[in-house]
């Protein structure tokens, strides 16, 4: 009998065993499924109008690396490495019933689909349009950028797409491309001051603000409209910069303000995270003034009778950014004093 007690005690404690390696591995598959449902809501569908261009492929690329899925309606192809992992498809978003079927499309080419379509796309960034004025005639302008905006929010609300995020620019402020010299109405400038340009490109995007503004009460949905500064590529830093720094009276027109398109992709991708704050405008600018002066020195030589609401930081951006890191939680990655080197390339 003493024999035989030891190989119970064995038995029990096999059997225990089994079942705490079964209990282990159904918490180790409960969690993997619960890391996978993570990554899975964390990966978006999402829909760029305007892909192709200067600040729109390095905005895929860096929701690319997010793990995000893009599809990109433009009329020009992307760059040949880019192409390869992001379909375009053609479209003149001009048409409703062009963007009506784009955004109802499969984001890749394959034999056969294998994607399901029944789901509108998470979320759409509308980046295309007439990027200034003067490149066609104004009226072209006008029509191409209102009526793309309105085709675009439109089908977007209508499909169930519940987040939009809208390029608007800086240019609304009405200084850039005013008829003659005109000035800021208070520094730093703010979402809250009053955008009355005189400008074709401009007033196309205050169309845009505007209509987003009622589809997102209309529909219940998150429109954001990105009021972006002067775009700086990697590139273009020393080219730009030469003159920032060096012609300080040009550059009024930009506000003394700018951003890199890497943190750009950055602030699209935080709007494309943060949910359920309806209609809302956000200056998408860098943190530092353009040039290598005290902020508030210059803003008093080059502007003297426009008024300071409040004490500025002594490198501050005039068009400030403050709101958009408060809200969305930006922080700028790149400094252009980290990227200019001083010399005109």
Excluded at 13 to 28: A, E, R, W
Excluded at 82 to 89: E, I, R
Excluded at 161 to 168: E, H, N, R, T
Excluded at 305 to 326: C, D, Q, V
């Amino acid at each position: 009998m003493s024999v035989g007690h030891p190989v119970k005690s064995s038995a029990k404690s096999s059997t225990n065993m089994f079942l705490q390696i079964k209990c282990d591995l159904k918490v180790v598959n409960s969690k993997n499924q619960a890391l996978i449902q993570h990554f899975t809501q964390m990966s978006k569908r999402i829909i760029v109008t305007g892909g192709s261009g200067k600040a729109g492929r390095y905005i895929i690329e860096y929701l690319l690396a997010q793990g995000h899925q893009i599809l990109n309606l433009d009329l020009v192809p992307l760059p040949v490495d880019l192409s390869q992992k992001v379909h375009t498809l053609r479209c003149d978003l001009t048409d409703g019933g062009q963007v009506y079927s784009a955004l109802s499309s499969h984001f890749r080419l394959t034999e056969p689909f294998r994607e399901p379509i029944n789901d509108p796309p998470d979320a759409v960034l509308h980046l295309a349009g007439v990027a200034r004025n003067m490149l066609v005639p104004d009226i072209e302008t006008f029509r191409v950028n209102t009526l793309g905006a309105y085709n675009i929010i439109e089908a977007s609300c209508r499909l169930g797409v519940k987040k939009i995020i809208l390029a608007s620019s800086v240019c609304v402020y009405g200084v850039t491309y005013a008829e003659g010299d005109v000035v800021f109405e208070a520094f730093p400038v703010d979402e809250s001051h009053d955008p009355n340009p005189m400008d074709v490109y401009s007033l196309s995007k205050i169309c845009a603000e505007r209509t987003a503004r009622s589809f997102a009460t209309k529909f219940d949905v998150d429109i954001y409209a990105l009021r972006i500064g002067a775009v700086v590529c990697p590139h273009e830093y020393n080219k730009v910069f030469h003159s920032y720094v060096n012609d300080v009276e040009k550059w009024k027109v930009h506000g003394w303000s700018y951003v890199d398109v890497r943190d750009l992709g950055k602030i699209c991708s935080l709007a494309l995270s943060r949910d359920d704050l309806g209609y809302q405008v956000f200056n998408a600018t860098n943190d530092e003034i353009t040039n290598k002066r005290n902020t508030t020195e210059l803003l008093k030589e080059q502007c003297p009778n426009i008024p300071l609401t409040r004490t500025m930081g002594a490198r501050e951006a005039p068009i400030s950014n403050a709101k958009i890191k408060e809200v969305l939680g930006f922080e700028a990655d790149y400094r252009w004093r980290d990227l200019y080197n001083g010399q005109d390339k």
